[in-house]
């Protein structure tokens, strides 16, 4: 797929395309978290690029979480729960406080420029 200059956005068309502040689109282009280009010193972001990008973010319920970090970790948890004889309970709860911890890190923070 090639893409044609209309298929570019500047920050302003971004921002309301992705009904985000300028100021968090800019923060996330610092960041390196969302897809974007450099034609020269001007910004522009691709229609498709954000589309994916939006999709990509959507976040798994708390409970598709834990069970992929099962699937994930069980063998581990098995081998380490022998030898340390922790409870499943114990190791469930500590699970789910690191994956909430986890997709608490993972929400974009703005910047403040002033």
């Known amino acids: 797929m090639?893409?044609?200059l209309t298929d570019f956005m500047d920050i302003d068309a971004a921002a309301s395309f992705l009904k985000v502040k300028r100021s968090t689109l800019y923060a996330w282009v610092h960041q390196r978290?969302?897809?974007?280009?450099?034609?020269?010193?001007?910004l522009v972001f691709a229609r498709?690029?954000?589309?994916n990008w939006s999709l990509?973010?959507?976040?798994?319920?708390?409970?598709?979480?834990?069970?992929?970090?099962?699937?994930?970790f069980a063998p581990r948890a098995k081998e380490?729960?022998?030898?340390?004889?922790?409870?499943s309970s114990e190791f469930l709860a500590e699970l789910f406080d690191k994956v909430?911890?986890?997709?608490?890190?993972?929400?974009?923070?703005a910047m403040n420029r002033s």
């Open 33 to 42: 978290r969302i897809p974007h280009r450099k034609h020269g010193r001007r």
């Open 2 to 4: 090639s893409l044609s």
């Open 80 to 87: 380490s729960s022998d030898s340390a004889e922790t409870s």
């Open 100 to 109: 909430e911890d986890r997709q608490n890190q993972q929400k974009p923070v």
């Open 48 to 51: 498709q690029d954000l589309e």
């Open 56 to 72: 990509s973010q959507a976040v798994r319920p708390l409970e598709d979480a834990a069970e992929l970090a099962l699937e994930r």
